[in-house]
């Protein structure tokens, strides 16, 4: 099977890089099936799979994506592969070279599968957590951890001293790291229900406060950081005089936080403290001011935006 795969082709035509693709998924498909359900009668994912070329972006080897917003109970996993990466495995003139592109798209593609896979079995879990198959995630490099897989971002060195890798290193089922994903799925929650949301909205209408401060807290893995990094935040500052003349404050911030692999559920708030209000990656601050006469009567009399995006 392995010399069929390497033949040296001339010309290579699409249809036989399409051949080739399908046939290392459906083989990885199966390896990774044995190491995850190896007593079960059971599909390594529900639903359909397929793989093709693209062009990607130039340091790009593989791509994962689906279509579940627009079929969430159908969707199709689709894995892409540069190209000129899947030309060399039977364009390149020696069988060595060939053999070890094969073995290098194997890894791409298994990679790619995780993905996949990670996204089926636990981005419905606390689904306001999102991105849990994301590069950085730690539940998605437990997993590509457990079948032997690679990761090209250079934040690989860092997850092989974290606690997270010696914890999946490990287990020797599937079952154990699957029950220790959803704890850990579940701990993640609690924190991230915990910070939700900060406000001081009951003593602001009591009118025992002019300041009216709401922080709202989104939490979602991240594909390039280790750490939590505070990917967004939107400010709405807002001051006004009332109809008695008194000025009243408003401030909503909105931050969304990205949680890499060397942050475990009990670092979040220590963490979360420490950068609430610093400005997110990405931001967008907005000053305002009003004069309120009555109820049907306001005038802004100040704006100001500030964005980086
Ligand atoms: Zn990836």
Not at 96 to 120: D, G, N
Not at 284 to 299: G, W
Request: charged share 30%; with cysteine.
């Amino acid at each position: 099977m392995k010399n069929c795969l390497t033949k040296y082709a001339e010309r290579t035509f699409k249809k036989l890089r399409q051949n080739l693709l399908n046939t290392v998924l459906k083989q990885e498909m199966e390896k990774m099936r044995k190491q995850i359900f190896p007593w079960k009668r059971r599909k390594l994912l529900n639903y359909n799979i397929k793989i093709k070329e693209a062009k990607l972006d130039w340091q790009t080897l593989g791509q994962y994506e689906n279509n579940r917003d627009k079929n969430k109970y159908n969707y199709t996993h689709t894995i892409l592969i540069q190209k000129s990466f899947v030309y060399a495995v039977n364009k390149l003139p020696f069988k060595s070279l060939r053999k070890r592109r094969l073995k290098q798209l194997r890894k791409v593609i298994q990679h790619e599968l995780c993905h996949a896979f990670v996204y089926e079995r636990y981005e419905c879990v606390y689904s306001n957590l999102s991105g849990k198959n994301a590069d950085a995630s730690p539940i998605f490099l437990a997993v590509l951890t457990f079948v032997d897989g690679i990761s090209n971002y250079d934040f690989i060195n860092f997850f092989e001293e974290s606690e997270l890798y010696n914890t999946v290193k490990k287990f020797k089922k599937f079952e154990e790291l699957d029950n220790y994903l959803f704890d850990l799925l579940y701990e993640y929650n609690q924190v991230a229900q915990l910070l939700k949301e900060e406000s001081n909205v009951e003593e602001f209408t009591k009118l025992k406060i002019n300041n009216y401060n709401l922080i709202q807290n989104k939490f979602e893995f991240a594909s390039r950081t280790p750490g939590l990094e505070k990917n967004f935040s939107m400010e709405s500052k807002t001051v006004m005089t009332d109809t008695n003349g008194r000025l009243r404050n408003t401030n909503i911030l909105s931050n969304t936080f990205r949680i890499g692999f060397n942050v475990m559920p009990e670092d979040i708030e220590r963490l979360y403290y420490r950068k609430k209000y610093k400005q997110g990656r990405y931001y967008n601050n907005t000053k305002c001011a009003y004069v309120v006469y009555n109820k049907n009567n306001l005038r802004k009399i100040y704006e100001k935006e500030d964005k980086n995006y």
